[in-house]
Structures are given as structure tokens and as C-alpha cells.
């Protein structure tokens, strides 16, 4: 069973930081690519962040130069430095990893249950 759990959300102020982390632990062959997503209230699921096995990024326009995606490959951990944030920013934030787990072929899609980022004064 295959498991991402994701934490470091919360309340900040405009201009904020916030540093989330998503594990991903179980019976793991191979992860693939690792991202961030956020949904806000009303508004379709929408990709943040992703970095590839190989350590490409890319970022959604609206988050360039304010946020950072890094992996650590050791630990099967992705995290997402959040800067300069804004009330914008505000949404639930799920982490997705594309992994092969022990007992399968191919690569599936997880995701984590979801952290909640709310950039208020």
C-alpha cells in the first residue's frame, strides 16, 4: 500500500513563507514525477509545481519566482518553499506522485489527502 502524506500547511500572512513536505512511503519500486496541485474554493484542481525522476521542473506562470520545488530522492520526499505569498495563494494544496509500487507493471497515479494554505491579515 502506498501512502503520501503531506504536511507543513497552515495560516500565513501576505508576504509570507510556507514549506510544505510530501512522503511518499510503502512498498516502492520507482516514483517517477513528484508535484504540488492546489484547488481553491470554486475553481478546478490546477498543477503548482512538478519535478521529474530526473530533476526537471516546471511551475505554473502564477507561481514563478515564489515558489520552489525540490525532491529528496533518499527519503522519497517532495517539497514546495512557498514565498512572497499572497491571499491568492489560498487553496488546498495535494501532492501527486506517478509511482510503481512492488507488486505492479506500471506506474500510478497517487495523491496525498490535502493541506490547507490560507494567506490572510
Known amino acids: 500500500q502506498v501512502q503520501l502524506v503531506e504536511s507543513g500547511g497552515g495560516l500565513v500572512q501576505p508576504g509570507g513563507s510556507l514549506r510544505l513536505s510530501c512522503a511518499a512511503s510503502g512498498n516502492i519500486l520507482r516514483i517517477n514525477t513528484m508535484g504540488w496541485y492546489r484547488q481553491a474554493p470554486g475553481k478546478e484542481r490546477e498543477l503548482v509545481a512538478a519535478?521529474?525522476?530526473?530533476?526537471?521542473?516546471n511551475y505554473d506562470d502564477s507561481v514563478k519566482g515564489r515558489f520552489t520545488i525540490s525532491r529528496d530522492y533518499a527519503k522519497n520526499t517532495v517539497y514546495l518553499q512557498m514565498n512572497s505569498l499572497t491571499p491568492e495563494d489560498t487553496a488546498i494544496y495535494y501532492c501527486?506522485?506517478?509511482?510503481?509500487?512492488?507488486?505492479?507493471?506500471?506506474?500510478?497515479?497517487?495523491w496525498g489527502q490535502g493541506t490547507q494554505v490560507t494567506v490572510s491579515s
Open positions: 501527486n506522485a506517478d509511482i510503481r509500487d512492488r507488486y505492479s507493471t506500471r506506474l500510478q497515479s497517487y
Open positions: 519535478t521529474s525522476s530526473g530533476g526537471s521542473t
